[in-house]
């Protein structure tokens, strides 16, 4: 029996490592170099917080779609050049980072000057292709109902 939930929300969840209120750290386990990668990319990032949801159940479609990453993908530019099937909302740098370094800086804990400079190397289209290069990514077929 499937416990997910399939109403999606337009919110980020409390929690949620792309809300700036979040506290610094609390990734889930991930460090922030793939989040900035997943969320450069055309990756299906579904909620934490989704009921059902566990590292086992990430690439189940079934499961609600990140606000969180919806809205920081907006904030920083990349939604227009996501896919239909990945959730799209509108720009909130209130509640969510306005963008990579912002949110490196938070959960990192080191000056966004440096987060900055780092990332001239170490850059967003770097970290996505290393996302995408990872043997547990796979391209999932999405169909629309």
Same mark, same amino acid.
């Given at each position: 029996m499937?416990?997910?939930c399939?109403?999606?929300?337009t919110?980020p969840?409390?929690?949620?490592?792309?809300?700036?209120?979040t506290?610094? !750290?609390?990734? =889930?386990?991930?460090?922030?170099? %793939?989040?900035v990668? &997943?969320?450069? #990319?055309?990756f299906?990032?579904?909620?934490?917080?989704?009921? !059902?949801?566990? =590292?086992?159940?990430?690439?189940? %479609?079934a499961?609600? &779609?990140?606000? #969180?990453?919806?809205?920081?993908?907006?904030?920083?530019?990349?939604a227009?050049?996501?896919?239909?099937?990945?959730?799209?909302?509108p720009?909130?740098?209130?509640?969510?980072?306005?963008?990579?370094?912002?949110?490196?800086?938070?959960?990192?804990?080191?000056?966004?000057?440096?987060?900055?400079?780092?990332m001239?190397?170490?850059?967003?289209?770097?970290?996505?292709?290393?996302?995408?290069?990872?043997?547990?990514?796979?391209q999932?077929?999405?169909?629309?109902?």
């Amino acid at each position: 029996m499937s416990t997910t939930c399939t109403t999606q929300h337009t919110a980020p969840c409390k929690g949620c490592p792309f809300r700036r209120d979040t506290p610094a !750290g609390e990734l =889930g386990g991930s460090p922030t170099t %793939t989040y900035v990668g &997943q969320a450069h #990319g055309p990756f299906w990032l579904p909620c934490h917080n989704s009921k !059902g949801y566990s =590292g086992d159940t990430r690439f189940d %479609t079934a499961h609600r &779609q990140c606000a #969180g990453a919806a809205i920081f993908r907006a904030n920083n530019g990349r939604a227009d050049m996501m896919p239909a099937a990945l959730l799209h909302l509108p720009t909130d740098t209130a509640a969510v980072f306005s963008d990579y370094a912002d949110f490196v800086s938070h959960h990192e804990n080191i000056p966004v000057e440096f987060v900055r400079t780092m990332m001239e190397t170490l850059s967003p289209d770097l970290l996505m292709r290393q996302e995408f290069n990872k043997q547990s990514a796979r391209q999932l077929q999405v169909t629309k109902e």
